[in-house]
């Protein structure tokens, strides 16, 4: 599986931004969700979503400002950002796995990363 991310950029405090990661090659009925790694610290998972949509997990840190989704007939998830803030700058990473719980923990696919910076 591949997974190709997109849609990071400089935004400032308040805006908006939205990710996509489109997976490709063998591709799976795949829990696929969002980590981030800020400057000096560990990667840290933000969101993710089951195959069908029906489980959807959030850190605390995304809880009513992020929004995950996916389009299984295009493979793309997506993650919406709103109300962003300085504390968001970080490296973001797609990554799947056959379960979400699975994925959480430590996802077996990574994409690369897509860079969202948010400037005060």
């Known amino acids: 599986v591949q997974l190709q991310a997109s849609g990071g950029g400089l935004v400032q405090a308040g805006g908006s931004l939205r990710l996509s990661c489109a997976a490709s090659?063998?591709?799976?009925?795949?829990?696929m969700g969002w980590f981030r790694q800020a400057p000096g610290k560990d990667r840290e998972f933000v969101a993710g979503?089951?195959?069908?949509?029906?489980?959807?997990d959030y850190a605390d840190s995304a809880k009513g400002r992020f929004t995950i989704s996916r389009d299984n007939a295009k493979n793309t998830v997506y993650l919406q950002m709103n109300s962003l803030k300085p504390e968001d700058t970080a490296i973001y990473y797609c990554?799947?796995?056959?379960?979400?719980?699975?994925?959480?923990?430590?996802?077996?696919?990574w994409g690369q990363g897509t860079l969202v910076t948010v400037s005060s």
């Open positions: 990554a799947a796995d056959y379960y979400l719980s699975a994925l959480r923990m430590s996802p077996n696919y």
């Open positions: 090659g063998r591709t799976f009925n795949n829990a």
């Open positions: 979503i089951s195959w069908s949509g029906g489980r959807i």
